[in-house]
Structure formats: C-alpha cells, structure tokens
C-alpha cells in the first residue's frame, strides 16, 4: 500500500494564511502518510520559517522520507535548488515554507551584493539625501527578479514532482489613488478578505491555491483556485472544509482523488 496520484498531474499547491492557521502541517502530513504507507517518495523542504526543528516528530520517524533545507543567506537558497533539483524525483514533494519572503529576500541580497548595504540603510540613505532610489533601484529590477526565480520559485513549474509552496497572508485592500491591490487582485480575494503574502504573482504558478484558517474546532481550508483538465468536472471547491483528520485525507484523497 502506498499513496499515489490518480492521474500523471503534478500537484501544485498554494496554502496561505495567518500565523497558526496549520500551513506547515500539511506538508507534515504528507510525510506522515510517505511513512506509514512506505511510498518511496521523498519530502524536500526550503525551510525558511525554522518549522522543522519546531515540528519534527521527536522519535524521528520520519527523517528518512523528509530533508529540510535550512535557510540563512542567500547562498543557501542556491545550494538547497540545487541539490532539490538534481535528486528530486517523480513521486516526490517539493516544498517552500514560505514562499512569500524570497521576493524580499531577493531584494536584501540584491542590496548587500551591489550597494553593500542592507535595503533599509539603502532606502534611509536616500532618504536623509532627499534623494529618490527609483534610478538606482529600478535599473537593477531585471537582475532582482533573476534572483528571485534562482531562490527556488522557477522550480515551482519544473520540479519533476509534485509542489506544495506555504505563504503568509495579508488583508486585501480596495485600491484608492496610489495605495490598494490591483482590481484583479481586489476582485478575486475581497471576499475572504485576505491575499497571499510576498510577490503579487506568484499565486499564478499554481493549479491549487487554499486559504487555511485557524477556528475554535481545528483547521479550515476554503479554495481560491482549481485549475481543471479540459475536458472533465473540477475538484469539488471547498468552503470552510475540516481539515480532518489531516490534510492528506481531507484534500488529497477526498478532493484530489488520491488513492492508498
């Protein structure tokens, strides 16, 4: 017995929330079931929120199918790629938890590599000029946004396996003059009330995306998006869902399809 997908698509998930809203459980979860069902698929984690060292199993039942990649700087985000991409196999997970702070990440290590500053000091230093940093900020955009695809988010599409990326979120805001969201953006997330964290297009990477709650009764998982086959009926949307008794039964197999 062994958990497997129902079809050759690649899972790839967006599950974004407030803090304690059980993100980092689902990829969790999923180690749990690798273990218990002995699928020779394998968990390979770009751990920038620490959730390893605070949620593994204490008996460490699953270190065999789970390697976290801890992140420090900007040069362990290129060496966990790395090793993700050349190991990485069909029936494995790859996992960002988070993936909203590459972008700013991205934009500190651009600072410090060309300025040889922290951004903030590199914004307040214009600031105390009176100086704008559009020119110099804007010029390098291009190579900020290579940066940022080299941390981990263009492997998002071509990761052999399957995807699974945690974010943050954030309130979603009608846009008036300058401040706001965009209207697409309004649009789609006004009636949660809550938009993923971190660079505003990287829910378009996604077949999935599910907003995670925290409620008295446990975790609740409502869809945003289910991208569907052409032909043929979408995953059954969810609203509020239990996630019950974890997310694997409660999404992969009752919603996905998913077979043991």
């Not at 934009?107 to 300025?115: D, G, T």
């Not at 954030?170 to 003059?177: L, M």
């Not at 697409?184 to 990477?205: M, Q, T």
Request: charge should be negative; charged fraction near 25%; glycine fraction near 8%.
């Amino acid at each position: 017995m062994s958990l497997h997908p129902p079809s050759p698509r690649r899972e790839r998930i967006l599950a974004y929330g407030l803090h304690g809203a059980g993100k980092s459980s689902i990829w969790l979860s999923i180690a749990e079931w690798i273990h218990k069902t002995n699928a020779p698929s394998h968990v390979w984690v770009i751990d920038t929120d620490m959730a390893w060292e605070a949620m593994r199993p204490e008996d460490g039942h699953v270190d065999h199918c789970v390697t976290p990649f801890s992140i420090y700087a900007y040069e362990d985000y290129k060496d966990a790629v790395k090793k993700i991409r050349e190991n990485g196999a069909q029936e494995d997970w790859f996992v960002i938890d988070r993936g909203d702070v590459l972008w700013d990440a991205a934009q500190e290590a651009w600072s410090v590599a060309v300025e040889g500053k922290d951004i903030d000091e590199f914004f307040l230093m214009h600031q105390s000029r009176g100086t704008s940093p559009g020119g110099d900020y804007g010029s390098n955009w291009v190579q900020i946004k290579r940066m940022y695809r080299g941390m981990g988010i263009d492997l998002i599409t071509r990761f052999r396996g399957h995807v699974l990326v945690c974010c943050a979120a954030e309130e979603v805001r009608e846009k008036k003059g300058q401040f706001g969201d965009d209207a697409d953006v309004y649009a789609k997330y006004r009636s949660v009330g809550l938009k993923p964290s971190g660079e505003k297009k990287l829910a378009h990477l996604f077949h999935t995306e599910i907003l995670m709650q925290e409620s008295p009764s446990g975790y609740r998982m409502s869809t945003l998006k289910e991208r569907k086959a052409f032909t043929g009926e979408s995953r059954e949307s969810m609203k509020g869902k239990p996630v019950s008794p974890d997310f694997v039964m409660a999404y992969l197999i009752t919603n996905g399809g998913w077979k043991l």
